[in-house]
């Protein structure tokens, strides 16, 4: 098997959801894109609404699910809490002996070691989060590089399909 260069994924990841017309599509092609571009295990995004992240979109190279439709309070993951506020990519690891609690937990739960999140924004604020997981590694500054063009590339995407694009 032949793997493609991090550019030519992260290139033809971006063209996919430039070309998506519905917030499904966006939201199907951006999971798998994340995945693709950064060579994990699985991709959760979840919507903002109000306090709450609720999980609306995954994928798993595995087929398994990630609990589609979980909602967690962002005030119980200060990290969340603080990437979404900030606009700042944020990696988590079971391995690190400083990691966030209630992170390493939920990876723990979920069954992966490692966590790329990264906040998703429409104009007038946090949209969301997609959160990329991967076991037997950490996600790194390569990893985050790779992955935020495909985050601008939705919160682009989502200014053109204005019924989605709203954080109110």
């Not at 994924?9 to 999971?31: F, M, S």
């Not at 699985?42 to 919507?47: D, E, L, P």
Request: glycine share 8%; with cysteine; hydrophobic share 45%.
């Amino acid at each position: 098997m032949i793997i493609q260069p991090v550019e030519d994924r992260q290139q033809r990841a971006v063209e996919v959801l430039r070309g998506e017309t519905t917030l499904p599509g966006l939201l199907h092609a951006a999971t798998r894109g994340f995945v693709d571009v950064v060579d994990g295990d699985a991709c959760a995004i979840s919507r903002v609404v109000g306090q709450v992240l609720i999980q609306v979109a995954e994928h798993a190279r595995d087929g398994r699910t990630l609990v589609l439709g979980h909602g967690y309070l962002i005030s119980d993951f200060p990290l969340t809490e603080e990437s979404l506020k900030k606009d700042e990519p944020h990696c988590v690891s079971v391995r690190d002996t400083d990691a966030d609690p209630r992170e390493a937990a939920l990876l723990n739960e979920l069954g992966f070691e490692s966590l790329l999140m990264l906040p998703l924004l429409a104009p007038d604020g946090p949209w969301g989060l997609a959160e990329i997981y991967v076991n037997g590694r950490q996600f790194g500054h390569d990893d985050v590089a790779a992955a935020r063009p495909l985050a601008r590339a939705f919160g682009e995407r989502l200014v053109e399909l204005p019924a989605a694009a709203s954080t109110r």
